[in-house]
């Protein structure tokens, strides 16, 4: 029983950091990213599709994004999309293929997307500290309903907490190592 309730800890605390990385990996970082684009959607024959199913998505130099769409007639809705996702990189089309040459990142511009990647590290360990209460909590009611004897809710604790601690390494070397590469010129 005692069990079941670290699986499910374990499993929250887990995408809790997929949520970390997914949120890291969209900010701009001065170098080149396709996973910018994930977001992008792009009104294709009226409804609303991912940019990365309708088109090849390389990174030919460590500053440029290439898009070429498999189908040509699409190429302006593709940069339209990408204008109105406000990236902050203007697109230029060649007629066969979209660039988004990423912009050198200003010192400040750097400091600030730090911060940013700081603080969605610090809502992830937020989020990891209201995993563990819900954790105990639950340990806390099967030792009152007798599931469970008090030495064994002390250990299950314990557990837990170095659980948690773990997944709180994890996130500070995610958002130190996304720092590194913002902050790198």
Partial sequence: MRNQVHEQLNEKMEKTLSVLKD????????????????RVMV????SETPIKQLASISVPEPRIIQIQPYDASILKDIEKAIQIADLGINPSNDGK??????????????????KQAKKIGEDSKVALRNER???????????KNKE?????????EKEVQKMIDDH???IDQFVNKK???????
């Fill in 43 to 46: 009104d294709y024959y009226g």
């Fill in 148 to 156: 469970i004897t008090e030495d064994d809710l002390t250990s299950a």
């Fill in 23 to 38: 949120e890291l990996n969209h900010i701009r970082a001065g170098r080149a990213n396709p996973l910018i684009l994930d």
């Fill in 168 to 170: 709180v390494n994890t």
């Fill in 179 to 185: 720092n590194d590469e913002i902050m790198e010129v």
């Fill in 133 to 143: 209460r819900d954790a105990i909590e639950m340990l806390k009611k099967m030792q």
């Fill in 97 to 114: 293929v979209i660039r988004l040459v990423m912009p050198m990142l200003t010192e400040e511009r750097r400091k600030d997307l730090a």
